[in-house]
């Protein structure tokens, strides 16, 4: 019974994902790119002011 579930699961997981990635490939790409650049900049801010003081 578990088992099952849990191919069900995965199965409508993957599929749901690969539909949304078909769709919002583009600005999904995006965004994960502009939230990495964003951390990275807060975090090498971070880093200058913890040096700076």
């Given amino acids: ?16 994902m690969t539909g949304v990635t078909e769709s919002v490939d583009l600005f999904t790409a995006t965004f994960i790119i502009l939230l990495a650049v964003g951390g990275l900049i807060l975090l090498m801010g971070r880093k ?6």
Avoid: H, K, P, W
């Fill in 1 to 16: 019974m578990e088992n099952t579930f849990m191919l069900d699961f995965s199965n409508t997981v993957g599929g749901f």
């Fill in 48 to 53: 200058d002011r913890a040096g700076n003081r």
